[in-house]
């Protein structure tokens, strides 16, 4: 059992809707192939059982949806990224939300490019994805709003899903979407082999570990960016002449002229661009195809001995420490510059006060010679 994780929650809980309803997603949709009896809870929306498999199409996101998905997906550059404690809470936390606990739960991205939904953390399940043809996630983004499935057996978008009728023998789906700038890019979600009531699962709390992820990415993109930023400015920088105001006996050199020296040998400056396509080398594979996805997956949900990451300490990657030691290069870098700049600033304000007081002397001994002067003609004439 993964140990407890406390993942503190925003206080805004916005409204769920269950099932709900959206424009169809193709107008001339043609009838299922096994229609389903009269217990099965018809689709909200119509569905595109035109093609080779016995379960419905993915429901088709308009093109200008799907273009600013790939878009926005990008820009957040999370595929194929190295596990991460903070969205490994986040999946524990989802699966404990349900009661009794899912035994799978994770958070996922769907690649449109690539046709599958892969999965940042997991729960419970061996997989790192799986086809976007079989994911009950496609339905979510679709709508871009949580979906609460019961029973995946009497649901019309489900039933024939291989993912309920093959060896995993899926019942229950809740899962909210993660949204970035308006846009669906992915999902949180738990499955069960049991069948559910709406009261065993608190959808509000899911909705919040979906904004939790969203902030989460938005700051991740920020920092990227930040990161790209500086790394550019620290590159320039050390290509330029650094003022240098002290002489090797901290003194000042030249009597107020300013020497400066070059840096011989630039700091190296590493891009996270290189980290991220290493990264995306090492992790990127073909998807599996439907039947593959589907036999390989445990009939009796074993947890996966491979956990969640308990602690950064013992399994940090080579990526967050080249991370970490950038940033400190970076922050010595920045810290540096402000001191040189704060020390030309001492150093004027110093020379400025400093002929001020002398021309200050110079008029005192001025004045001090002119009355000396006076008293010795006084005295003179006084003798004489």
């Given at each position: 059992e993964p140990r407890q994780t406390q993942v503190q929650l925003p206080s805004s809980t916005p409204a769920i809707t269950h099932f709900a309803t959206t424009p169809q997603p193709k107008p001339n949709a043609t009838p299922p192939k096994s229609p389903p009896s009269s217990a099965m809870i018809p689709s909200p929306y119509d569905l595109d059982w035109d093609w080779a498999?016995?379960?419905?199409?993915?429901?088709a996101l308009p093109s200008f949806v799907e273009s600013q998905h790939k878009d926005v997906l990008n820009s957040l550059r999370i595929l194929d990224t190295p596990k991460d404690e903070s969205f490994d809470r986040i999946a524990i936390a989802a699966r404990k939300f349900t009661s009794p606990?899912?035994?799978?739960?994770?958070?996922?991205?769907?690649?449109?490019?690539?046709?599958?939904?892969?999965?940042?953390?997991?729960?419970?399940?061996?997989?790192?994805?799986?086809?976007?043809?079989?994911?009950?996630?496609?339905?979510?983004?679709?709508?871009?709003?949580?979906?609460?499935?019961?029973?995946?057996?009497?649901?019309?978008?489900?039933?024939?899903?291989?993912?309920?009728?093959?060896?995993?023998?899926?019942?229950?789906?809740?899962?909210?979407?993660?949204v970035v700038e308006s846009i669906a890019v992915g999902t949180i979600f738990v499955l069960d082999a049991e069948p559910r009531t709406e009261f065993d699962v608190d959808m509000s709390k899911l909705v919040r570990l979906g904004h939790m992820v969203s902030k989460m990415l938005v700051e991740r993109r920020l920092r990227s960016v930040r990161k790209a930023s500086l790394d550019e400015s620290f590159r320039v920088t050390t290509t330029m002449s650094v003022p240098c105001y002290f002489d090797e006996d901290q003194t000042i050199a030249g009597r107020g002229s300013l020497v400066s020296t070059k840096m011989e040998k630039p700091v190296r400056s590493y891009s996270m661009d290189i980290l991220d396509m290493a990264t995306t080398s090492c992790a990127s594979q073909r998807r599996s195809s439907v039947d593959d996805f589907t036999t390989s997956m445990p009939g009796n949900f074993m947890p996966t001995t491979e956990q969640p990451r308990q602690s950064s300490d013992e399994e940090a990657t080579d990526g967050s420490s080249m991370e970490t030691m950038l940033m400190t290069l970076l922050s010595q870098t920045t810290l540096t510059q402000q001191q040189i700049a704060t020390q030309q600033g001492d150093l004027y304000v110093r020379l400025g006060s400093n002929s001020t007081k002398l021309n200050m002397l110079t008029e005192a001994v001025a004045r001090m010679e002119a009355k000396l002067q006076e008293r010795q003609t006084e005295g003179e004439e006084t003798k004489g």
């Open positions: 498999h016995p379960w419905p199409k993915p429901p606990p899912c035994k799978v739960a994770c958070v996922g991205f769907m690649d449109l490019q690539n046709d599958r939904q892969w999965f940042k953390a997991t729960c419970g399940l061996a997989q790192s994805e799986m086809p976007r043809t079989v994911s009950f996630c496609t339905h979510t983004l679709y709508l871009n709003q949580p979906v609460v499935v019961l029973d995946a057996r009497v649901d019309e978008r489900f039933c024939f899903n291989p993912l309920v009728t093959g060896a995993g023998q899926f019942r229950f789906y809740a899962s909210v979407p993660i």
